[in-house]
């Protein structure tokens, strides 16, 4: 007995203590917090300044605050993000500013893919029409870094550094062998000959399908960015087409040898040609301020003006119900569309899109209030990154399409996947299922212990067959086309932008500032408030409205890093329901 309560009361202590030590350590979390949105200030721009920036974080669609972004712990490194929307306003920002002379890139790494990129490398290249210099060092450029570098005016390189020079790769992971090992059978049932989102599952490497795919839309993307690169650098494409076969710069002499480089410096060789450029003493500090913490100077007037143009986010996974920030809800993209069409003071509609797809019923549910929201005002679709299948889909009713040349989009198509876990239950775990049912379907789709019948498997290609040719009327009716000639260009196949313009999916190539110009004229306004949507939480309401994810999202990046996304993709496709429009396979460019 004494025994029995010597235990109890250590459990009974031990549960104590732990919850006084959890709550320490929520004060301690949450002291860190508020002191970090105390002291976040902007930063003070002195005259004769630079503005130094970064890309060493993730670059998302729009900044969405993170209370964890700005929590350092000891032993603990944050991967923090940071908007495009707000990368833009600051290039545009310091171009007019007259205490900014100048920009220093500083492109040790860079986290976006390429129609992000293009999005900055095009304000780079409006800032430089202000007669301002940039200049580029890192101790290595990788190719996406070097995409931004080529607009300066000087790129420098350190001595021991070098540029990633070699051309564009596109690899898939097949879990084909895996699931065989398992005793998991994935039952596909697709429409689209270049459908390729199911490959993984059932082959062990690219049907010839889709490497055709694969090398059209990677060729158009690689060869936009020597065309551009030839552009900045004054390098004949074939010169760039040579060096990077060749795999000809393997060091930084080799990048000044070929003109990728002007010159090799240290930090301190760096630091006093920009001196130079500013004009300063050499014993005197630069003025310089970081892109995250420069804030433009807020043009007045603005938020008396009465006439808007709203900017619609959607970014990510489309899937039923709220979603989130990274998440596209059906339920709650269409009530903000729907807000925005009753909303008087709301003249045009920007939808802006980065989405890979995801449910073929959420995509028309969202579908629906874009047609409805187009009879009544001006929509134009700007794509970033990816705008494709189900992404495709919720854009086909717009008035205009605006896509990157190297944005991913297509892949008009829609597939089922069902996995059949027999093998794997029976044999490998002993694990045997019995069940009673009242009818010959009832328990259609409901189990994953026995493969589909001849009977269920027509039933739901027929489905999916009915899905995709509401696609294709969708896709026909937005874009003025025949169901026959979408049908031509989908069957699934993914194109880049600049594939997509030539084929009648996209009208024109631009950034969103383009698209939100062409909404503005096809309204009718000079003068205009820009809004966005859906309204971004305040950091304490995205902490309390959802606090356990927010944790274990922090702690898996800190973990896993650039691996997170993995888990990410992963954690999506055990989610999945109901048939799909969705790319082929999450798109990985190096």
């Known amino acids: 007995m004494r025994s029995f309560f010597k235990y109890v009361l250590a459990t009974v202590t031990g549960i104590i203590i732990s919850f006084f030590v959890l709550v320490i350590v929520g004060f301690i979390i949450i002291g860190a917090l508020v002191g970090s949105m105390k002291t976040e200030k902007e930063a003070i721009v002195e005259d004769n300044s630079v503005l130094h920036m970064e890309l060493n974080h993730i670059i998302t669609e729009r900044t969405i605050p993170d209370p964890f972004d700005e929590l350092e712990l000891p032993g603990f490194v944050t991967t923090k993000s940071f908007g495009l929307n707000d990368i833009l306003e600051r290039i545009a920002g310091a171009k007019e500013d007259d205490r900014i002379k100048g920009v220093y890139l500083d492109l040790s790494a860079v986290s976006a893919s390429f129609a992000t990129l293009q999005e900055i490398r095009d304000a780079l290249l409006d800032f430089k029409e202000s007669g301002k210099f940039i200049i580029a060092y890192s101790e290595g ?251 495709y889909y919720i854009a086909a009713a717009a008035d205009s399409i605006f896509a990157q040349p190297n944005t991913i989009t297509g892949s008009i198509g829609v597939f089922g996947l069902i996995p059949n876990m027999k093998t794997l239950m029976n044999d490998k775990l002993g694990i045997t299922y019995d069940k009673v049912k009242t009818g010959k379907y009832a328990d259609y789709l409901a189990n994953v212990d026995r493969p589909l019948t001849a009977e269920e498997r027509n039933i739901l290609q027929m489905e999916v067959n009915r899905i995709y040719d509401t696609f294709l009327k969708r896709v026909a009716d937005g874009r003025g086309l025949t169901k026959e000639q979408v049908d031509s260009i989908g069957q699934g196949r993914v194109w880049s932008g600049r594939q997509a313009m030539a084929n009648g999916l996209v009208d024109r190539l631009g950034s969103i500032e383009d698209a939100i110009a062409a909404a503005a004229h096809k309204a009718g306004l000079e003068d205009y408030r820009l809004v966005t949507y859906p309204a971004i939480k305040s950091p304490f309401e995205s902490l309390l409205g959802s606090s356990t994810d927010k944790i274990s999202a922090w702690f898996g990046r800190r973990e896993l890093g650039e691996h997170y996304r993995y888990y990410e993709q992963l954690k999506m496709t055990l989610q999945q329901r109901g048939i799909q429009a969705r790319l082929p396979y999450t798109i990985e460019i190096n």
Not at 271 to 285: F, P
């Open 141 to 391: 450029y990788t190719q996406r870094a070097y995409y931004l570098a080529s607009t300066a005016d000087k790129i420098y390189i350190n001595p021991e550094g070098t540029i990633d020079f070699r051309g564009l790769a596109s690899q898939t992971m097949f879990m084909k062998g895996a699931l065989d090992k398992l005793g998991i059978e994935a039952q596909v049932i697709k429409v689209g000959t270049y459908k390729s989102a199911v490959e993984p599952f059932i082959l062990d490497r690219m049907s010839d399908a889709n490497r055709e795919q694969v090398n059209s839309f990677l060729g158009s993307i690689y060869e936009h960015f020597i065309t551009q690169v030839s552009e900045s650098r004054k390098i004949t494409r074939d010169s760039l087409f040579a060096i990077a076969d060749g795999y000809l710069v393997r060091n930084a002499d080799d990048a000044i040898t070929y003109r990728l480089a002007d010159d090799k410096k240290y930090k301190d060789e760096l630091l006093s040609e920009l001196k130079t450029l500013l004009d300063i003493d050499t014993d005197k500090d630069i003025n310089a301020v970081i892109l995250t913490k420069y804030k433009p100077a807020v043009q007045k007037g603005k938020a008396a003006i009465r006439d808007r143009i709203a900017v619609v986010y959607a970014v990510g996974e489309i899937v039923s119900g709220e979603g989130g920030d990274e998440l596209i809800g059906s339920e709650r993209i269409s009530r903000e569309l729907r807000k925005m069409r009753k909303d008087d003071k709301v003249k045009a509609v920007v939808f802006r899109i980065n989405s890979p797809g995801g449910s073929a019923l959420a995509s028309d549910v969202i579908w629906r209030e874009v047609d409805l929201l187009q009879q009544e005002k001006p929509v134009m679709v700007s794509m970033g990154d990816v705008a494709a299948s189900g992404g």
